[in-house]
């Protein structure tokens, strides 16, 4: 079984960086694909990035491409998401996600792990 904690949230302004960190317990985040999800009150679920853990090939949402960057660390277990230049539209509350699949798809589908998520929180 593998647990994932999120932390790195909070109240910013517009314009600043956040890291957000995912923790995960148990071995097998190494051989976990990762992703970030984000989900804003009243909106669906959305697929932010995502990093394979075979090839650490990226997907970036179009809304977070240039200003969000993905990765990860296994010695430590850890999944990142740098997220510079925010904007009051990425408020939501942050997710992180692992799957086995080699290939990660930016939808809900495959995901067997989810942290409890954080709240991130852009107003001026």
């Known amino acids: 079984q593998v647990q994932l904690d999120e932390s790195g949230g909070g109240l910013v302004r517009p314009g600043v960086s956040v890291r957000l960190s995912c923790i995960a317990s148990?071995?097998?985040?190494?051989?976990?694909?990762m992703a970030w999800f984000r989900q804003a009150p009243g909106e669906d679920n959305e697929a932010v990035s995502t990093?394979?853990?075979?090839?650490?090939?990226?997907y970036y949402a179009d809304s977070v491409k240039g200003r969000f960057t993905i990765s990860r660390d296994n010695n430590k277990d850890t999944l990142y998401l740098q997220m510079n230049n925010l904007e009051p539209e990425d408020t939501a509350v942050y997710y992180c996600?692992?799957?086995?699949?080699?290939?990660?798809?930016?939808?809900?589908?495959?995901?067997?792990?989810w942290g409890h998520g954080t709240q991130v929180t852009v107003s001026s």
């Open positions: 148990g071995s097998i985040f190494s051989r976990l694909s």
């Open positions: 996600a692992g799957s086995p699949e080699i290939m990660p798809t930016p939808t809900l589908t495959g995901y067997a792990y």
């Open positions: 990093i394979s853990w075979a090839d650490g090939s990226t």
